[in-house]
Every structure is written in structure tokens, then in C-alpha cells.
């Protein structure tokens, strides 16, 4: 008798695949120009045609390893290919597929077209780009497992404000710093957000929504006074969704502003923290010379410490508590991390595990 085949074990702690992942804003990839970026560790081009259409391969010559990133876009009436910088052969930027090997003569039978590069699934909305990461990238069959992010609409149709911070550390700890509330007061102490001293009882209520969990709209904290430079009757709504994003919603009567936060996976054990921010109200873009320097001193104090809380993991390898209500978000966070990777393994419908909760601490 055979013995059963026994299916890898997905290692829980690594950034999750077949899952779209943040890389950059639109406007760091520009028409006819290619970047290159490692994420999940593996080498992406990142590529604008000079029509606007962007796209995304492995960023390795299927021919002798050179980076396809360091070459050309060629453009001549045929459709738009890469080509590599080392000895010419050209991939479709739609599909990563070989479309010309230059040194090849007419009287070759090579099956150019068998050559190829994996390419990914590649989603812009409102100036960011999302890149969809298989599993297995040379048996992924193109179709993604779940449909690319959207964001609200009626705000701005890109980012105003936008600072990226590199961080070092697993990837799970940089995320749970997107939802982890009892981190605030402390790390992120000025004058125009709050200091422990501050500290209140809060009260919030979740629900479960697309691929994470919601805080429902409320009037934000009485102690958030970077709330009150935009006035009103305000609301904040904020959102979680798989793998690392963190979308808070703030209006008024009139204005909504979008912030939005994701964790891109880039070499193992290095990630970065992107935020950016989209308004429709105009004093927000006068304030910007004010604001922007705030926005990344905020960032920075995340990015500083998780490189600081990885020296320790990294090197005596301590165990995480995740202790009551204040660390309930975390709990939730890998809780479906591991409901993605038993619904891949198991070949069925990811199923949302959060339920409809309140809970309390002091921030
Ligand atoms: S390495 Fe790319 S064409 Fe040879
Ligand atoms: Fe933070």
C-alpha cells in the first residue's frame, strides 16, 4: 500500500501567501520605468508600461539569472516585453512569457515561447499598488485565490501624504503593531497625540468584515488631540484585513480622510511600514508642511521599536504573551492567519473566526 502523501507543513510564523500584498505607491513606479523590490523574499519587478499599465515578474532572466529589472521596456507596436540585460531575450510584461531570444537564428527550432518568467498578479487602486504572491509561483495558474483590495471611494484618488519605514523583526510583530492599542501611550509619546499620563477606560465594539475585523464608527478618544485639527462631529472607523493592512476612516459632517498603514514583507525578518493618508479637505493640504514631519516621527517610533524588540527575539528567542483584553486584536490577528492557512491546506472557503465582541482597556 502507498503511504499517504503528506502534505507540507505551512510554517505559521511566515508572512502568509496566495494573498495581495501592498508594494508601493503608484507614483514610485513610473510610465516606461521598471523597480526592482524583494518581498516575501522573493526578487519582484515592479514595471510601468509608458501607456500607464503597470505590472509585476520575477525579477530573474529565466535565461542566466540576470535582473530583468536592470533592462529595458521595449515598446514597438508588438506587445509591450522586458528585455534582459544581459543577452536580450524579451518576456511579456502581460504574462513574464519569452517573446524574442535575439541570438537565435531563423533556421532554430528552440520553443522560445515555452521560456518564461512567473509573473504576478498586479492591482492599482486610488495611486497604490497591490501584487497578488502565490504559494507556488511556477504552478500558480494566474487566477488569484481572492479578489484584489479595494478602498473606500470619495476620498482622494491617491495618497496626499505617504512616509515608509523600514523595520526588522517577524513579520506577525510588525502587523500586530498595526492593532496592538496598549503600545500607544508609550511609544508614541508628544504633545499632539497623548502621554501615558492621559490614560483612560475605553469601550469598543468589533465586528467581523472582509478578510479581518472591524472597530465600529465612534466618536474618537477625548485624549487623540490630533483629532481635533479637523473638527466637527467626528467619527472613526477602523479596519483590519489580512495580511497586514490597517484602514481608519475618520469623518465629519463634510470631509473623510483615509488613513491607511500596511506591513509589506520584504528580505526574511525585514519588513516596511507604509502609511499613507487621502482627504478631501483642503486645510489638511496646507497643513501638510506641519503634519508630514509628525507622520514620520510617529512611524518611526514603530519602526524603532521593533528593531529594538528584535534584538531580543532574534537572539534569545523569548516567548510572546498575549495577555487579556488589551492584546485581544493580536490574538485575533494570528487567529486568522491560521484560518487562511487551514483553508488553503484543507482546500476550502477561507471562514471568517471573528465574532461581533466588545472590549475594554486603558490607553
Ligand atoms: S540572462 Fe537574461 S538573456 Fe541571458
Ligand atoms: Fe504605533
Redesign the pocket.
Known amino acids: 500500500m502507498n503511504a499517504p502523501i503528506q502534505k507540507p507543513k505551512a510554517d505559521h510564523t511566515a508572512p502568509l501567501t496566495d494573498m495581495w500584498y501592498f508594494a508601493c505607491p503608484s507614483s514610485d513606479v513610473k510610465p516606461g520605468k521598471m523597480i526592482r523590490k524583494i518581498m516575501l523574499d522573493r526578487p519582484v519587478l515592479l514595471g510601468r508600461t509608458s501607456q500607464g499599465v503597470a505590472f509585476a515578474m520575477r525579477d530573474v ?6 535582473p ?1 529589472s536592470s ?1 529595458r521596456i521595449i515598446e514597438d507596436g508588438a506587445a509591450p516585453t522586458v528585455q ?6 524579451q518576456m511579456q510584461t502581460k504574462d513574464g512569457v519569452c517573446a524574442k ?1 535575439p541570438a537565435l537564428t531563423g533556421t532554430s527550432n528552440f520553443p522560445v515561447e515555452k521560456m518564461r518568467t512567473p509573473s504576478y498578479p498586479i492591482n492599482e487602486e486610488k495611486g497604490t499598488l497591490w501584487v497578488y504572491i502565490p504559494e507556488d509561483e511556477k504552478r500558480f495558474d494566474g487566477s488569484p485565490a481572492l479578489p484584489a483590495p479595494t478602498l473606500p471611494t470619495a476620498v482622494s484618488t491617491r495618497p496626499k501624504m505617504r512616509v515608509t519605514v523600514p523595520t526588522e523583526g517577524p513579520y506577525d510583530e510588525a502587523v500586530i503593531g498595526l492593532v496592538d492599542p496598549a503600545h500607544t501611550p508609550f511609544v508614541h509619546q508628544q504633545w499632539f497625540w497623548r502621554t501615558p499620563g492621559d490614560a483612560q477606560e475605553k469601550v469598543k465594539n468589533y465586528e467581523p468584515c472582509e478578510m479581518g475585523f472591524r472597530m465600529k464608527a465612534h466618536p474618537p478618544s477625548a485624549n487623540g488631540r490630533a483629532y481635533k485639527l479637523i473638527g466637527g462631529a467626528l467619527t472613526t472607523e477602523i479596519e483590519f484585513r489580512l495580511p497586514g493592512t490597517r484602514l481608519e476612516t475618520i469623518r465629519n459632517e463634510k470631509h473623510t480622510i483615509l488613513g491607511l498603514t500596511c506591513i509589506t514583507p520584504l528580505e526574511a525578518g525585514t519588513s516596511e511600514i507604509t502609511q499613507m493618508f487621502f482627504w478631501d479637505m483642503p486645510l489638511l493640504s496646507v497643513l501638510r508642511p506641519i503634519t508630514y514631519p509628525l507622520m514620520k516621527t510617529f512611524l518611526g517610533q514603530d519602526g524603532k521599536i521593533l528593531r529594538e524588540q528584535n534584538e531580543n527575539i532574534a537572539r534569545y528567542r523569548p516567548t510572546m504573551m498575549y495577555v487579556e483584553e488589551p492584546d485581544e486584536l493580536a490574538k485575533w490577528y494570528l487567529k486568522l492567519k491560521r484560518e487562511w492557512l487551514t483553508a488553503r491546506g484543507d482546500e476550502r472557503s477561507f471562514e471568517n473566526p471573528i465574532t461581533e465582541a466588545t472590549l475594554h482597556w486603558k490607553t
Open positions: 532572466c529565466p535565461h542566466r539569472a540576470a530583468l533592462g534582459c540585460p544581459y543577452h536580450g531575450w531570444i
